[in-house]
């Protein structure tokens, strides 16, 4: 990775908050520490993130209660707890949540360092699918509306000819908005047209 | 095939005006199980005494049995018509007495061929087992009610948790039709309890049933005359040995079980059900008509409970019915210690009264020693007897076995006393010779010191009895094993010592949560900021500057781990209490720290508000915080059910005379009806936790001249808890 991954750490313990901030930056992260729940939620807009180390007990709330509120607010960052005593029904309810993991203080670096890479790869693999969708929109929109018609009807399964009776064309021009399509959104098969309509929320012609 | 039994007594009355020619009454009583069969063996000896009393003449009671525990199916009623008829001969029994369903439904069987003149006073019925006889002329009925849903209510009213119910029940045709009733009685208890029937099982197979129960099971006693494998039980002998291995609490049907380790509750009254029966006795044989005597049924008794039965189960007796009865209380040191000894007080006061039970029963049946012998064994008694004369002591094995004396060894009083420390010898000879020239019944206890070295502690029970003829002197008695019991007694004390430090190490139990991060933090920035200084020092320039500040924050990290363990370590101690000025202001917000990860963890809000210039009190800061900490749990917990936003806890502290008054106010569910039982030592309504909070709290004030007490809140739900604390200096002048 090119940059240096972004990290945002949530403790209330002011001693514990600066060591791992000084751990994590000593690894070579960006850290963003805050040692209040409730300020961490509200400059999350302003943060972009890769994933978020967060202490499970905390005034407030507390570390399950923030990862609700997260991803109630539509933020999908890989989320690792740290908590003070082992807890099983807290650590159930964390991974059921999406948690990558969960890590018992006094935690070994060591520990903390794979869970944060196994968070990256899965921030990773998130960004590259938010990628790849937001670029399939760039060229859903280059269409024509004629094109993007003829697209709902290809995505049915329907033969040329049949289109071109739907739509009240002749047989030739429909190949013709078929191939620029095709040619457009990067999808030779009608198997791909079909995966890419229903990311992109295309509905099948009636 | 046919065992019959006929036994012949005199009754009570030696003088009689009415008898005609000076002859006595014969009363026929006609056995369904044989003499010694419960219950009928109660109401059959009940009858016979108060017969005795009340009838102006001489009776003679005759005694036949139809033996069913041991032959049923096969009605071989000839044999017993036959030999009745040839006792009788000429000369009818005045009044035949059936006693039992069984009895009754052979009189009605051969009504025709045994004495048909002859009134029958029917007893021992109840109104579920209908019985024909009862149709017949001259025959009166002394029926019993018994409700079986009471009975079921009672298990459910004095142990409401209970979730199993074991029923023990013989096989013979009588229990097998009572098992029946029951089960279609406790039908609509289901879903609400699970029921056990255990009729069909041997009583080996129902011992060990009843020894390894689930939790909050109960143990309900029928009538246990023959078991599963066909073996006899009289009298309550299958009950004793059930309930001398059973986990769970015995329950019962009859006034006969109470005292043998039943609850108890409104049993079946045999002894007024014999009266009843009794006076209408007296009528048939004073000649009255039959057709105008009427027995209203009786029902079960009023509830009367086993003391000890109580305490062993740690039942209240306010939870007891309106209008119940205690019995066989025990007012000794047992009572002052029970939650210490509770378990060791029941099984001595059981074993004491199968003693009682057996030397009664000895009396009773004074030649079949080898019997009786027989049923103290299976109690762990040991039997003996010492010929005055020769020297000569006869013992059971198990007598032997408890002074480890070989089984064939011949003995004497020197011989066993060589089994007692040579210090307690003379002390005990000396008791057993005062005992056997007063003549009187002696209870000795002493130590015995077996082959290998470990020793025993034994009390023996003995009385001198006069030979017959010779005059010679003879003793008897029964030993038993109290090593338990000495063990118990002498852990008392110091457990009482333990008890202060075991609810101190409760209340921190209750903290392990927040002590646990409280611990972690500190620990965990340690290693972080060690694991990043080893990172650093890798690198090919060290940032000293950052070291330093790194190994600075480990050491500060160190002492907040250092003042944790400290406060624990305070908590824990188990000395003295001390007595220093305290701050309960102070005191109060130091408890707050304590708890502060188990408040947020329980999303519950603390606010304290404190008076100006509120004056110290005098008292142990470490008892008077788990004091707080106890009565902070406890709000927590009543608030489990709250919505977040609602768990506040408010801590009001002021200055009221000479006091200090500290209230505790929570939002949660309340108190119960009797705010008072919440004091008592061992509620709880935890499921888990030693239940020992509220008890301990308040002897802890009242050893500091506070007081605690709870009310209601005014407004809303929630309960209240106060302190007040004798302020150092007094505020009025």
Not at chain 2, 141 to 165: F, R
């Amino acid at each position: 990775m090119s940059q240096q991954p972004i990290i945002g750490l949530v403790d209330d313990d002011p001693d514990m908050l600066k060591a791992l901030r000084r751990l994590l930056m000593a690894r070579g992260f960006l850290v963003r520490s805050y040692s209040s729940s409730a300020t961490f939620l509200e400059e999350l807009k302003g943060l972009d993130l890769d994933a978020v180390v967060l202490d499970l007990s905390m005034p407030e709330f507390n570390g399950l209660e923030l990862q609700e509120r997260m991803k109630r607010d539509g933020y999908s960052y890989p989320v690792i707890f740290l908590t003070g005593r082992g807890d099983i029904p807290s650590s159930v309810r964390a991974i059921k949540a999406g948690a990558v993991n969960f890590l018992t203080k006094p935690v070994d670096d060591r520990d903390l360092l794979e869970a944060l890479d196994q968070a990256l790869e899965v921030s990773g693999r998130l960004r590259a699918e938010a990628n790849a969708t937001a670029e399939e929109r760039v060229r859903l929109a280059k269409l024509t509306p004629r094109e993007f018609e003829v697209l709902r009807h290809v995505i049915t399964g329907r033969l040329n000819k049949q289109i071109a009776a739907d739509l009240g064309a002749s047989e030739q021009t429909i190949k013709i908005h078929r191939m620029r399509l095709t040619e457009k959104l990067g999808c030779p098969s009608v198997a791909e047209l079909v995966r890419l309509a229903q990311r992109q929320g295309v509905d099948a012609a009636d | 095939m046919w065992r019959l039994a006929l036994v012949l007594l005199l009754g009570g009355c030696a003088f009689s005006v009415d008898a005609k020619d000076g002859a006595a009454q014969k009363v026929l009583l006609i056995h369904s199980f044989g003499r010694d069969f419960a219950p009928f063996h109660l109401v059959a000896s009940h009858f016979r005494s108060e017969l005795g009393k009340l009838c102006p003449g001489t009776v003679e009671f005759v005694d036949a049995s139809l033996e069913m525990a041991r032959f049923d199916g096969v009605e071989k009623d000839e044999p017993l018509l036959t030999f009745l008829t040839a006792v009788f001969g000429e000369k009818a029994p005045d009044l035949l007495v059936p006693i039992g369903a069984p009895a009754a439904m052979f009189c009605h069987r051969n009504r025709d061929r045994l004495f048909s003149k002859v009134p029958i006073l029917a007893v021992g019925l109840d109104k579920r087992r209908s019985v024909p006889l009862v149709e017949m002329p001259g025959v009166v009925e002394a029926m019993t009610d018994i409700e079986l849903d009471g009975l079921m209510e009672n298990i459910l009213l004095v142990m409401p948790e209970t979730k199993h119910v074991y029923v023990t029940m013989g096989t013979a045709p009588l229990e097998q039709f009572w098992a029946l009733e029951l089960k279609r009685a406790w039908e609509r208890y289901e879903g609400r309890v699970e029921m056990h029937f255990l009729d069909g099982l041997s009583l080996a197979q129902m011992k060990s049933v009843v020894a390894s129960p689930p939790k909050d099971a109960v143990v309900f006693h029928g009538i246990m005359n023959r078991d599963g494998a066909g073996v006899t039980h009289e009298a309550e002998e299958a009950l004793v040995e059930l309930v001398a291995v059973a986990k769970a609490p015995s329950f019962g049907y009859s006034e006969g079980q109470l005292g043998l380790g039943i609850i108890g509750g409104r049993l079946l009254p045999l002894r007024e059900s014999a009266q009843r029966a009794a006076t209408a006795a007296v009528r048939l044989l004073d000649g009255e008509d039959p057709a105008v005597i009427q027995l209203e049924a009786v029902p079960l008794s009023a509830p009367v409970y086993d003391w000890r039965e109580l305490r062993r189960w740690g039942i209240a007796e306010s939870t007891l019915p309106a209008g119940s009865t205690v019995n066989h209380r025990v007012p000794t040191l047992w009572q002052e210690h029970r939650g210490w000894v509770v378990g060791a007080g029941v099984v001595a006061g059981l074993q004491t009264g199968l003693i009682v039970m057996l030397l009664t029963a000895r009396r009773r049946a004074r030649e079949s020693d080898a019997a009786f012998s027989l049923a103290a064994e299976s109690v762990g008694l040991g039997v003996w007897q010492r010929d005055m004369v020769t020297d000569e002591i006869k013992a059971s094995d198990q007598w032997r076995v408890l002074f480890g004396l070989n089984p064939s060894e011949r003995l004497t009083l020197g011989r066993v006393l060589e089994r007692v420390p040579v210090e307690e010898r003379e002390d005990l000879q000396r008791a057993i010779e005062m005992g056997n020239r007063q003549g009187q019944r002696y209870l000795v206890e002493h130590q015995v010191v077996l082959e290998d070295g470990t020793t025993r502690w034994i009390a023996s029970m003995g009385r001198a009895e006069r030979g017959k003829g010779s005059g010679a002197m003879r003793t008897r008695g029964v030993s038993m094993d109290i090593t338990e019991r000495k063990r118990m007694e002498a852990e008392l004390g110091q457990q009482r010592n333990q008890f202060a430090h075991l609810a101190r190490v409760a209340s921190l139990g209750e903290l392990t949560g927040s002590l646990a991060h409280e611990l972690n933090q500190p620990l965990g920035a340690i290693l972080s900021n060690a694991q990043t200084g080893l990172h650093l020092l890798n690198r090919p320039v060290a940032d000293l500057a950052e070291l330093r500040e790194i190994l600075g924050d480990i050491v500060e990290a160190d002492k907040r781990a250092g003042e944790v363990i400290v406060r624990v370590r305070s908590l824990l101690q188990a000395g003295e209490a001390e007595r220093a000025a305290v701050n309960v202001e102070a005191c109060v917000e130091e408890v707050g720290r304590l708890m502060r990860t188990d408040l947020h963890e329980r999303g519950v809000e603390l606010r304290m508000a404190f008076a100006r210039d509120l004056p110290a009190v005098r008292g142990d800061l470490v008892q008077l915080q788990q004091v707080m900490i106890n009565l902070l749990m406890n709000a927590c917990e009543a608030m489990v059910d709250k919505e977040a936003g609602e768990r506040v806890v408010l801590v009001t502290a002021v200055a009221e005379k000479d006091e200090v008054r500290v209230a505790i106010e929570d939002s949660g569910i309340g108190l119960p009806e009797d705010v008072e039982q919440l004091f008592r030592a061992f509620y709880t309504t935890k499921r888990t936790g030693l239940g020992i909070g509220l008890g301990i709290c308040r002897t802890i004030m009242q050893s500091h001249g506070g007081r605690l007490w709870a009310t209601r809140k005014e407004t809303g739900s929630g309960a209240v808890f106060h302190l007040s604390l004798p302020a150092v200096r007094p505020l009025t002048a």
